[in-house]
């Protein structure tokens, strides 16, 4: 097998323009989703995926991949539009699991062919069509009976104004040079809600991904230490990663991380 190590995906880009997960995935971070490993765990947890057929959406580096064979799946199938993303997660996953690049809304995968499905950190950066046709073609690979576990980026209070929704939306594309398009828990509820998922459990954490505190717990010391070193060193990377962390700071009131289990219908 070939074990060079694979290309960080979008690395053709400069500093100023990459995708600001990718840009964080250059600089040696590995979780991307807003409420940090420990929601992610809390969320499998929940999920109870010993023993059942897995599907993740949007594996990025294979991180959440890891944590999934950790406990024990019949079988893990992820699908990633990136293709060096999904040559990455493959190494991840080696002989557990295969990696499909294919778009989420239509993965290829067989109707109810799925116990769990998992996805992080992806629906945020779709527009409101492809967001529900992602959650459509989830609900068709699930069982009866099947969770779809999602971790996203939120909004609060439920009550938060246009005017705030879309200053912080503005603010996150200018900033991370994605569209993304965080909503209220209310509003997750209900994309999954039209897709005939009943949810059963939510929580939430704080939106705190460039946080001192969070980098360790979620890359560890040494990986948050290298993370420092690299910023220190790559002072265009450094200028963006200060102004993602200075948005989050200012929105800090607005913005949270929100996870959500909901069961297909029997
Ligand atoms: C922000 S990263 C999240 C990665 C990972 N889930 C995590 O939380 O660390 C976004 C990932 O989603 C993938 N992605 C985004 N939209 C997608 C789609 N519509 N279909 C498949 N993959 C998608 C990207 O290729 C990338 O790997």
Redesign the pocket.
């Known amino acids: 097998m070939d074990q060079r190590p694979h290309t960080v995906?979008a690395s053709g880009r400069s500093s100023e323009q990459v995708q600001g997960?990718w840009l964080l995935a250059r600089l040696g971070k590995?979780?991307?989703?807003p409420g940090g490993i420990a929601l992610?765990r809390r969320m499998l947890d929940q999920a109870d995926i010993r023993g059942c057929d897995v599907v993740?959406?949007?594996?990025?580096?294979g991180?959440?991949a890891q944590e999934i064979l950790d406990r024990g799946p019949a079988g893990y199938v992820g699908?990633?539009?990136?293709p060096d993303?999904a040559a990455g997660v493959q190494d991840v996953v080696g002989a557990r699991g295969t990696v499909e690049v294919?778009?989420?809304?239509a993965t290829g995968l067989p109707d109810a062919s799925a116990d769990v499905v998992v996805?992080?950190?992806?629906l945020t950066?779709?527009g409101d069509k492809?967001k529900h046709a992602?959650v459509a073609e989830a609900a068709r690979v699930l069982r009866p009976g099947g969770r779809y576990a999602i971790?996203e980026l939120g909004l609060t209070p439920e009550a938060i104004g246009d005017e705030v929704k879309t200053q912080v939306r503005q603010a996150l594309a200018r900033s991370i040079k994605v569209n993304a398009r965080p909503q209220t828990t209310r509003e997750w509820k209900t994309v999954l809600q039209e897709h005939g998922l009943v949810v059963e459990w939510v929580e939430t954490a704080p939106m705190a991904l460039l946080q001192s505190r969070r980098l360790v717990s979620d890359e560890g010391l040494v990986g948050a230490l290298r993370f420092g070193k690299n910023l220190l060193v790559q002072a265009d990377a450094r200028r963006r990663v200060l102004d993602m962390r200075q948005v989050f700071q200012q929105h800090r009131k607005s913005l949270i991380a929100v996870a959500l289990i909901a069961r297909k219908s029997t």
């Open positions: 995906p997960h590995k979780v991307l989703r992610t993740e959406l949007a594996p990025g580096l991180r959440t699908v990633d539009r990136d993303a294919a778009d989420a809304s996805g992080e950190a992806m950066m779709q492809a992602i971790h």
